[in-house]
Every structure is written in structure tokens, then in C-alpha cells.
């Protein structure tokens, strides 16, 4: 089991900045990949970034050059680095980490980027 703890989200005005955090506790040994996702009202949720346990990035296209994915290995926590917030990009933001069998949600953060 892995548990995950988030925190960072809020409200702020378009062109600013936050970082979210995922805290991951538990069997983490086993963890081959870390992502954040977005659920906007009415929308499916969406992957924003993803990172592999080999360091290997990806971000959606909506985000490339403004968010940045990342991970503490000694701190088990993974950021996503949001620059440049447009209204578009307000959402619950989720943290999400899988192993070989399963994948572990954490419990959202509501991200909102006013105009």
C-alpha cells in the first residue's frame, strides 16, 4: 500500500505561481511511476506530467514550458512547479504513483487561477 498526501494548491491570479507537493509514504520500493492529473467541472480528468522512477519527464502539450514535474528521492515527495497559471488551468489537481499491480490516487487539491 502507498499512501499520498498532497499540498500547494490555492487561488491566484493568471501569470503567477505554485508548486504543488505529493508526499508518498508506505511501500514506495515499488513504485515505477509518479504523474499529476487535473479534473476541471465537467471535464474527464487529463494526465499533466509524469515522471518515471529513471528521472525520464513527460508533459501534456497545455503545459510544456510552464509546469515542471520533479522528485525528491530522499524526501519521497514528488512537485509539480506551475508558472505562468491561466484560468484554463484551474482544477483539482491529483498526484498519482503506480507499481507493477496497482495505482495509488492522493485525496486532490483545488488549484484556481482567477483572470
Known amino acids: 500500500q502507498v499512501q499520498l498526501v498532497e499540498s500547494g494548491g490555492g487561488l491566484v491570479q493568471a501569470g503567477g505561481s505554485l508548486r504543488l507537493s505529493c508526499a508518498a509514504s508506505?511501500?514506495?520500493?515499488?513504485?515505477?511511476?509518479w504523474g499529476w492529473y487535473r479534473q476541471a467541472p465537467g471535464k474527464k480528468r487529463e494526465l499533466v506530467a509524469l515522471i518515471t522512477s529513471g528521472g525520464t519527464t513527460t508533459h501534456a502539450d497545455s503545459v510544456k514550458g510552464r509546469f515542471t514535474i520533479s522528485r525528491d528521492n530522499v524526501k519521497n515527495t514528488m512537485y509539480l512547479q506551475m508558472n505562468s497559471l491561466k484560468p484554463e488551468d484551474t482544477a483539482v489537481y491529483y498526484c498519482?504513483?503506480?507499481?507493477?499491480?496497482?495505482?495509488?490516487w492522493g485525496q486532490g487539491t483545488q488549484v484556481t487561477v482567477s483572470s
Open positions: 508506505g511501500s514506495i520500493f515499488s513504485i515505477n511511476a
Open positions: 498519482n504513483v503506480r507499481d507493477i499491480f496497482n495505482e495509488y
